[in-house]
């Protein structure tokens, strides 16, 4: 996910390099009692979305990023989001007489703080510094096309502290670009980001997290964020512990990100999709595959149920 234009793809290309070397492995959730957690009577509940009525909560949520237009290979528009049936729908189809032109459209929604702007109403969204969040999503079946829930520091983020995370992190709690991966489609993972996306990156990443019917069926996706680090989960079970790759936490708050991004790269301000350019400029089919192996006449929904946060009492 990144608001890594670049070097997400670079990033990730290199998380499959090191697949391919064995230094990332396929893991099996481990369904133990001793692995599992649910936030019980020592923790309070700060935030619940439901995506109950028919359109989205503009005073928590506004699209992301406030603009619609070119995002990696396709285009975020406000009116892929829906809310319908008890749940947040981001829909990822291709138009071919879409707003900009023909092309994969998709988008997103946050719950940063806003004024007003650009035609779109003011949004007291929602932020916490730790705690445990939660969505139940069912991911959608796409190739060169990723849903994600995800976290990014609130404010003016410039992560300008080079060294440390503890001025702010992105928390990928989950990705899911792995569905051209055919035999191992049924994977996610989880991530973190710090230090901006220039040279001082440094970025951490959980193994692939084996998620059974993973496109057939509702998930929950989860984050503990506490002084000892973030710690992951599916379906309720711990699937990966880390602190960031330097080795800190983030003590900033944080506001929640759901959305699809379209595999790809811009040029001359147009979206390829599903491409990218190799360390000699020449075009390729990008690390998350291309759209163009989806089917054009259908639209692959990216449906969350809820999102809730809670709050360890003191
Ligand atoms: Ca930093
Ligand atoms: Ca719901």
Excluded at 163 to 189: C, L, R
Aim: proline share 4%.
């Amino acid at each position: 996910m990144l608001k890594k234009i670049m070097c997400g793809s670079i990033c990730l290309l290199l998380v499959l390099l090191l697949c391919s070397c064995g230094g990332k492995k396929i893991r099996e959730i481990e369904k133990t009692p001793d692995n599992a957690f649910a936030p019980d009577d020592n923790w309070e509940l700060t935030f619940s979305e439901d995506f109950n009525g028919d359109s989205l909560d503009r005073n928590t949520w506004h699209y992301a990023y406030s603009e619609e237009g070119v995002r990696r290979g396709g285009w975020w528009v406000d009116d892929a989001v829906l809310v319908e049936n008890g749940n947040l729908v981001i829909r990822t189809e291709y138009r071919e007489n879409g707003k900009f032109g023909a092309g994969w459209y998709t988008g997103g929604i946050e719950s940063s703080p806003r004024e007003a702007e650009n035609g779109q109403p003011a949004c007291a969204g929602f932020s916490q510094t730790g705690g445990y969040f939660e969505a139940r999503c069912k991911v959608p079946a796409t190739y060169g096309n990723w849903a994600a829930f995800w976290l990014m520091p609130v404010g003016d983020f410039k992560d300008d502290v080079f060294g440390t995370g503890e001025d702010g992190a992105e928390i990928d709690i989950f990705e899911s670009p792995f569905m051209y991966w055919k035999e191992h489609q049924n994977v996610i993972s989880h991530a973190v980001h710090v230090d901006g996306y220039g040279e001082e990156l440094a970025s951490i990443g959980s193994d692939y997290i084996e998620v059974e019917n993973l496109y057939d069926e509702f998930h929950t996706f989860g984050l503990k964020w506490d002084e000892t680090g973030y710690t992951f989960y599916v379906d309720g079970y711990e699937t990966w512990h880390t602190k960031d790759a330097l080795d800190t936490v983030c003590n900033v708050p944080a506001y929640l990100l759901l959305s699809c991004e379209v595999a790809g790269i811009v040029e001359d301000e147009k979206p390829l999709p599903g491409q990218e350019r190799n360390a000699d400029g020449e075009l390729t089919v990008n690390w998350a595959g291309t759209p163009e192996d989806n089917d054009k006449t259908k639209a692959y929904d990216f449906l969350v149920d809820y999102v809730k946060v809670y709050r360890e009492k003191a």
